[in-house]
């Protein structure tokens, strides 16, 4: 069903995006792109809009958000001091270099000045003492709407290596790979392996938790499933 979309989305990375112009083929090191252009105006176009998306709405200078509880009436003075401290730390949280929000958001911003939307997850590093944003490709990833108009599930093709995989094996217990993967690791270790991360609603997967999602990876390359747990988001 998304086919022709993709085309859309080709043709306008094409004509305003060149850098994100690989929906319909697959762009090597090294190719040409951005030849079949007659003038440079539409690109910066899209560079000047998606560059002012980003200093209207998160200056660095300043906090840009504050937090609010949800009924007004239970705003006193010391919940006014917990939100205030609160909000300057998810501030210095996002804004951690280590959490790579800035290029997140900035390449979300470009997306979605050219296509209309932008994907960005955000979750715990490798290490789980710092945020981690990462903006994906359009091409990478479809999602489907319910019946509230909530976007799930989603799937997202990922392409990890064949090291990457090891290392998350033995960072986190949950992350079970194939032994064919640690063979590869052993002699190729930069060969990409064809995986998928799905985010899927509990009844989707399992009645047996109280979460209501579920983060599940799959392995396509070996059909193996890699990880399945439940999530709040």
Same mark, same amino acid.
């Given at each position: 069903?998304? %086919?022709?979309?993709?085309?859309?989305?080709?043709?306008?990375?094409?004509?305003?995006?060149?850098?994100?112009? !690989?929906?319909?083929?697959?762009?090597?090191?090294? !190719?040409?792109? *951005?030849? /079949?252009?007659?003038?440079?105006?539409p690109?910066?176009?899209r560079? #000047?809009?998606?560059?002012?998306?980003?200093?209207?709405?998160?200056p660095?200078?300043?906090a +840009?958000?504050?937090?609010?509880?949800?009924?007004?009436?239970?705003?006193?003075?010391?919940?006014?001091? +917990?939100?205030?401290?609160?909000?300057? $730390?998810?501030?210095? *949280?996002? =804004?951690?270099? =280590?959490?790579?929000?800035e290029r997140?958001? &900035?390449?979300?911003? =470009?997306?979605?000045?050219?296509f209309?939307?932008?994907?960005?997850?955000?979750?715990?590093?490798?290490?789980r003492?710092?945020?981690?944003?990462?903006? +994906? =490709?359009?091409?990478?990833?479809?999602?489907?709407?319910? !019946?509230?108009?909530?976007?799930?599930?989603?799937?997202?093709?990922? &392409?990890? $290596? *064949?090291?990457?995989?090891v290392?998350?094996?033995?960072?986190?217990? %949950?992350? &079970?790979?194939?032994?064919?993967?640690?063979?590869? /690791?052993s &002699?190729?270790?930069?060969?990409?392996?064809?995986?998928?991360?799905m985010?899927?609603?509990?009844?989707?997967?399992?009645?047996?938790?109280?979460?209501p999602? +579920?983060?599940?990876?799959? #392995?396509?390359?070996?059909?193996?499933?890699?990880? *399945?747990?439940? $999530?709040?988001?």
């Open positions: 069903k998304r %086919t022709s979309l993709l085309s859309l989305w080709q043709e306008q990375g094409e004509n305003f995006y060149p850098e994100r112009a !690989d929906f319909t083929f697959k762009r090597y090191l090294g !190719d040409d792109f *951005a030849a /079949n252009l007659t003038t440079s105006y690109v910066l176009c560079r #000047d809009l998606g560059d002012q998306i980003g200093q209207m709405l998160r660095t200078q300043k +840009w958000f504050n937090m609010v509880p949800l009924d007004m009436r239970r705003e006193d003075n010391e919940t006014k001091r +917990w939100l205030e401290w609160a909000g300057g $730390t998810m501030f210095r *949280a996002m =804004h951690d270099p =280590h959490s790579m929000f997140a958001e &900035k390449e979300g911003d =470009h997306d979605f000045a050219t209309g939307q932008d994907v960005v997850s955000v979750r715990l590093n490798r290490n003492d710092a945020m981690l944003y990462r903006c +994906w =490709h359009l091409r990478d990833v479809a999602w489907i709407e319910d !019946d509230e108009g909530n976007c799930c599930p989603v799937f997202r093709r990922w &392409k990890p $290596t *064949a090291q990457t995989l290392r998350l094996s033995k960072t986190s217990p %949950t992350f &079970k790979i194939d032994q064919k993967i640690e063979e590869l /690791n &002699k190729e270790p930069f060969t990409e392996v064809d995986c998928l991360h985010i899927v609603p509990a009844e989707m997967y399992s009645d047996k938790t109280l979460f999602y +579920w983060s599940i990876y799959y #392995d396509c390359r070996n059909d193996k499933l890699i990880e *399945a747990v439940p $999530t709040w988001n």
